[in-house]
């Protein structure tokens, strides 16, 4: 292991290097199960870019957190210091990030890609211009800028502070052509049209690649998310709008048409008043949109024209968002879930939205894994691995499976369930909300520095809030819905401040801001409150996943409800420790964690401690 950036080997770091040694040297799928403690980042990367510089491949790690590129980047300064070698990094971010010219900030990715592209093809974008000489070639300040990029191992935020008056992007883009690694997001690889142009941009080709995917147990909702998508009767409008304001009559005409009659086929679907959701067809769109002197293709190619010269005054175009959505809605491919809301407006106005979900992403996550030299798909709660495996598509190619034993020092973690509440619906009553009440404030108040209580939504967590806030003795904090970056900041270092005086206690969602993707730091939270199970009531896409897998693999309530809102639990549950050095109480406030099929989401060696007296035990525990 000539690249390995240790001097010593981790128990259980040494089968995860063999097998993706393995796997990088016979091709395929490897799936690892990594509890923390094991340092999975170290374990894959060392021998997949020993393979990689000795086969002429290159590695891609993705990673869903922009907090996990910096762990990757610091191995690799790790091994180039170790092993006396020059293994060129580059650090990718999205490209909105990268972007320098102002006004960008309320645009969506889609958005701000279509604005950029329309840009560069209308030679507009200052910062473009100046990184090309106008013949095919890099200026010489672009030159300048890139040879210290490949030269230094440098984060993404480190390239966009040097580049001044040029484009980060397309100077990353460029080192990417000689990088023994690139490290970006899932979108990366796993979003068909985005790889094509990533890949082809970076000079290379799938089958040269190793993709190693961090937290893989992100991936199948992350691919579910990058391929659906959805679209409104206001954001029709909207575009309506925008067409006559910049003189398209008869784009303004059509775009009418279309709201009237889909709107009307929606009013009829929801004609009764407790219908808030209901399943479509593809034709409620399609029936719409065709019609008498031009086709579907051409109206959509008018639309992105129109939508080009409205993005070159106003960035965003509400003509050009439609069009995308349309051109998506017109696939008709099965593993597509087409669903409409009945929501209001701000003005109490009704609105319907057109929503077209993706039940499964395992053709496009096997498309990735047939075509790639190997795949390795790593996490701390990647269990059960058969389901991992199965919902991504990797069964049917013979994946290998890697579960590893955690080797946490079992003295520093306590694992307990409260088996007398649970968040059961038919068992939500006064009773046992004061009883989760009363625990939850012996908890917090007896437990040292910092609490995290995670809750399964937010009308229970603040049920409960109103009725312990008073008696804890610790600063209780809330989490809001739908947090803004600066608000989450400024909330995340108020908790950290707090550990300085009594510590404090902060009350959170699965789901919400804090319960994934947050590394508290220097063992700051003591112990960490799992309120009942993260199940929310099905509605009709939940509906549609059971079913879809009910009918795929026979196992439809586990892999699209029951098993997903475990590994939820247990990241939020993962917020205590971060390394093997971190002690921690865990408690899971619910007897359902002790059923047998929802154990399997737990590693083996774990080992619950059932008590009606967590106080007590915390007391114990720390002392």
């Not at 009307?264 to 034709?283: P, T």
Request: aromatic share 10%.
């Amino acid at each position: 292991m000539r690249f390995f950036p240790f001097s010593t080997v981790r128990p259980g770091q040494k089968e995860m290097v063999e097998a993706v040694e393995e796997t990088c040297k016979a091709g395929g799928v490897l799936l690892v199960h990594a509890p923390t403690g094991i340092g999975k980042t170290a374990g894959a990367l060392a021998p997949a870019l020993e393979y990689a510089v000795e086969h002429d491949k290159v590695v891609v790690f993705l990673t869903p957190r922009h907090t996990q590129h910096k762990v990757a980047i610091d191995t690799v300064r790790r091994i180039n210091k170790r092993a006396g070698v020059h293994l060129r990094v580059v650090d990718i971010i999205g490209k909105k990030w990268l972007c320098k010219m102002e006004g960008i900030d309320m645009l969506s990715s889609s958005e701000f890609n279509e604005y950029c592209r329309a840009l560069k093809k209308n030679e507009s974008c200052p910062y473009y211009n100046n990184t090309w000489d106008g013949k095919g070639g890099l200026s010489k300040k672009a030159e300048s800028i890139l040879k210290s990029v490949k030269r230094d191992v440098l984060y993404a935020e480190d390239v966009h502070a040097i580049c001044d008056d040029l484009c980060p992007y397309e100077i990353i883009m460029q080192a990417a052509k000689d990088a023994n690694l690139l490290i970006g997001d899932y979108y990366h690889i796993f979003h068909e049209r985005v790889r094509k142009s990533f890949l082809g941009r970076a000079n290379r080709k799938l089958e040269d690649t190793i993709v190693v995917v961090d937290e893989a147990h992100n991936l199948p909702s992350r691919i579910r998310e990058l391929m659906s998508t959805s679209t409104s009767i206001l954001a029709i409008k909207k575009a309506e709008r925008e067409a006559e304001a910049f003189g398209y009559d008869d784009l303004a005409e059509m775009l009418g048409l279309i709201r009237k009659k889909v709107a009307e086929r929606l009013k009829d679907k929801f004609k009764d008043d407790g219908v808030s959701q209901a399943y479509i067809g593809r034709s409620i769109l399609i029936d719409a949109v065709e019609g008498p002197g031009i086709s579907i293709e051409e109206m959509l190619d008018y639309m992105e024209e129109v939508a080009d010269e409205v993005r070159e005054e106003k960035k965003r175009s509400y003509i050009g968002g439609f069009a995308s959505f349309l051109r998506r809605w017109m696939e008709e491919k099965t593993i597509y879930c087409r669903i409409a809301e009945k929501t209001k407006t701000r003005k109490g106005n009704v609105n319907y939205r057109l929503l077209l979900y993706c039940i499964d992403p395992s053709p496009l996550a096997s498309e990735v894994f047939k075509e790639a030299h190997a795949t390795i798909l790593m996490s701390g709660t990647l269990l059960p691995l058969d389901m991992y495996a199965d919902v991504l598509g990797a069964s049917e190619l013979g994946a290998r499976k890697l579960k590893l034993k955690s080797y946490f020092p079992r003295n520093n973690k306590l694992e307990i369930v409260v088996d007398d509440v649970t968040t059961q619906y038919s068992k939500r009553d006064e009773k046992n909300f004061e009883r989760m009440a009363r625990y939850l404030v012996s908890i917090i108040n007896v437990s040292p520095d910092n609490v995290c209580v995670f809750f399964p939504s937010y009308e229970l967590r603040d049920i409960i809030a109103e009725m312990i806030t008073i008696s804890v003795q610790k600063e209780v904090l809330m989490e809001a819905q739908g947090m803004s970056k600066s608000k989450k900041a400024e909330l995340f270092d108020r908790f950290v401040r707090a550990v300085e005086h009594k510590g404090a206690c902060l009350l959170g969602v699965i789901g919400g801001s804090f319960d994934q993707g947050v590394d508290f730091p220097n063992n700051i939270v003591k112990c960490v409150v799992i309120v009942g199970l993260p199940l929310e009531k099905p509605d009709l896409l939940t509906e549609a996943m059971i079913n879809y897998y009910e009918a795929k693999f026979g196992r439809g309530w586990d892999y699209a409800y029951i098993y997903p809102a475990i590994v939820k639990a247990q990241q939020a549950a993962g917020r205590a420790i971060r390394s093997e050095r971190d002690r921690a109480v865990i408690i899971y406030m619910d007897k359902r964690y002790l059923w047998a099929n929802y154990r399997k989401c737990f590693p083996s060696e774990t080992k619950f401690v059932v008590s009606r007296a967590p106080a007590e035990l915390i007391k114990r525990f720390f002392s």
